[in-house]
């Protein structure tokens, strides 16, 4: 779990160790650089503060708006397999990635196109996506009714109605219209459920115009990087999904992967920090283009918070789960494709092994 810490300020006597932080996921805000000493990771901030991160247990680092990297914190990031990620200040956009080596994975992606390139499995494979985030909002829709709280009549009804059209649905489109449907009841609903200065319409981004879209915002891409960082160590091209069609630069099976996640862990939880006064209306800050994004001052706070209810709520395991999930789809689509596959050529051999006397090397070498 992480821990909210205050940097102390740096003294000269080297008799004062640094503080040290051993967590799954740091956040380091800028301006600062990211060195090595002793083998360990050392962030030091504009103002002469130091943390010492232990590698043991690290998995990700995000990086938000200036911060460098030296050669000696490239070496130990690239041994550690770390998930190096620079985003912006307000953690809604990604500036760059740190990539490791990933050329002894060329098998994995090769399998991974064969299966992206057979419109069955993408139609079996968005089916189970849209079906897993329809039945989040059902569950979240009967949350909020079990609690009190007043949902339309006839809503969960036609998201029931929705997963049932997901199991009939013939093309990858159509699942993509079922799906944006049934979000769209589904922040109809979220809308009523604020109270207080709260206030949420619709959902609006690039940028996000109010503070609760600023916060759906930022968490959603808290769950994408780390999605994305998972599916590039296991060696797969993240470009390539089901139902998010290809389109250069963006992440679309990482995108898949993290639909079904989007309402349980980042939604539900919006509406709770608001309504118990974790996070703040004055938290936020206006920009001269309209844009709404937490204040320098605050993102570390409600970053600690969100790093708290990840772990609490056991969803790095949920996530590695969607995406093993992922991987055995695409996986058991190969072996199918290779078995029928393998079936029509031996049937072919024999066929003219017999017609022709031919062919009786391959036969003999496959069987």
């Not at 380091?28 to 090595?36: D, E, S």
Request: proline fraction near 3%; charged fraction near 20%; aromatic fraction near 8%.
């Amino acid at each position: 779990m992480m821990n909210l810490f205050t940097l102390p300020n740096r003294t000269a006597s080297p008799s004062v160790p640094l503080t040290h932080i051993r967590v799954s996921v740091a956040h380091l805000t800028g301006p600062g650089k990211l060195g090595a000493s002793n083998g360990s990771l050392i962030f030091e901030t504009a103002g002469s503060k130091q943390v010492r991160l232990d590698t043991d247990g690290l998995s990700d680092i995000l990086a938000y708006g200036e911060v460098t990297l030296t050669c000696g914190a490239m070496k130990i990031i690239d041994q550690n397999k770390i998930a190096l990620t620079w985003l912006s200040t307000n953690g809604c956009d990604v500036h760059g990635r740190f990539t490791h080596d990933h050329s002894d994975r060329c098998l994995t992606r090769l399998l991974q196109f064969q299966s992206w390139e057979d419109k069955r499995w993408q139609l079996m494979t968005a089916k189970h996506i849209v079906n897993s985030k329809v039945e989040s909002i059902h569950s979240a829709m009967r949350h909020y009714q079990r609690q009190g709280r007043t949902i339309e009549k006839g809503l969960l009804d036609k998201i029931s109605a929705s997963v049932l059209r997901c199991g009939e649905a013939e093309s990858v489109d159509q699942l993509r219209g079922i799906e944006g449907y049934a979000s769209s009841l589904w922040f109809g609903c979220y809308s009523t459920l604020f109270r207080g200065n709260w206030k949420f319409t619709t959902r609006n981004r690039r940028p996000p115009k109010d503070p609760v879209n600023s916060l759906l915002s930022l968490f959603y891409m808290q769950i994408l990087h780390r999605v994305v960082a998972r599916i590039e160590s296991k060696g797969y091209e993240v470009g390539l999904g089901a139902l998010h069609e290809f389109r250069p630069g963006r992440a679309s099976m990482a995108c898949d992967i993290i639909e079904p996640l989007r309402v349980p862990v980042v939604d539900r939880w919006v509406l709770a920090i608001c309504h118990q006064g974790i996070v703040k209306p004055s938290d936020f800050e206006t920009q001269e283009s309209g844009a709404v994004f937490l204040a320098k001052t605050s993102i570390g706070k409600v970053l600690g918070r969100f790093e708290e209810h990840w772990h609490q709520g056991n969803f790095e395991s949920i996530m590695e789960q969607q995406i093993k999930d992922w991987i055995v789809m695409m996986r058991e689509n190969v072996s199918l494709t290779t078995s029928r596959a393998a079936t029509y050529l031996k049937t072919r051999l024999v066929r003219e092994s017999t017609n022709q006397g031919a062919g009786r090397t391959e036969l003999d070498a496959m069987q």
